[in-house]
């Protein structure tokens, strides 16, 4: 077994990545694709394709089923090779450092440079976070394929972060600037610093007066955050607020709930260092807030899944 997808990635021909895509497609119909219709669809002799999928298998991108019939499903670091060949492919990434920066329940991320040099961050989604996995028009997209409802919400929560993101860079917040996502893969600007909770900044006035910019511009376009703590703080040259997935719209019934648990959070962190934030003013502007949850919802409707 490889330790990590770089690893595999880098290892794999171009007939294995076509066989790994077309058991991908299969899953439109089938938990477990039927080897003898892989072998059909690639347009290879038929050992070639074994001989692929047995090194997908053996490096862990596959899962095998016996019985009834042989068959193959993706696992999660096969779906991590997808993403990150298609995004190599569009010239979005050049190449990834050889082990993770990070590793979460919900996440794992790569550092990374793109073909001009540029320095990102890859963020692997690992979890279904997203508050807009249980709405009527996703359950309604997915319903056909029940046996991939996990991949599906790890997806959404993919897309649910790259559209904060890009809402709430766009209106001018401290985040990370989105740059592609593909499948549950978001690729973003590289954020030089630490977690604010290990920080040892020592105007914490500074940094607090840009997190409150940022849910005040968030805010203002009706998104919050839904998990603002400390450890999804960076601190670089500014106040960077991260990890967005599970972003609740300010229409949301629980939206009031979601808000006043992260301005206790956070408000409690400064408090130590002696700085207030404005709590009040920032739950007034829930009133006066756009309308991103419905917008991101009608985006649903436009994504392919598979």
Known sequence: MLRDVVEGYGKLTKR???????IEVGHRRYEYVPEELVVDWARYRKEEVVQSIKRLHYYGFLRRNVAPYRG???????????ALHTLVQRRKILSLSPTPIGVGKESVVYAGVTPSGFKVALKFHRGGVSVFRYERPFLRKVSKYRHLAEVFETRLSALAEYFALSKVFEAGGWVPEPIAYNRHV??????EGVELYRSAEEDMRKIADDVVHTISTALRIGIIHGDLSPYNIIVGDRG???????????RHPKAEYYLRRDLATISAFFKKWGVEIPVEELLLAVGESGDSGEQFLSEIYKQDFL
């Open 16 to 22: 294995d990545l076509r066989v790994l895509r077309l």
């Open 240 to 250: 960077y607020v991260i990890d967005w997935p599970q972003w609740v719209p300010t």
């Open 72 to 82: 193959w499903k993706i696992t999660t670091h096969g779906y991590d090779v997808l």
């Open 186 to 191: 978001v690729l973003m600007s590289y954020v």
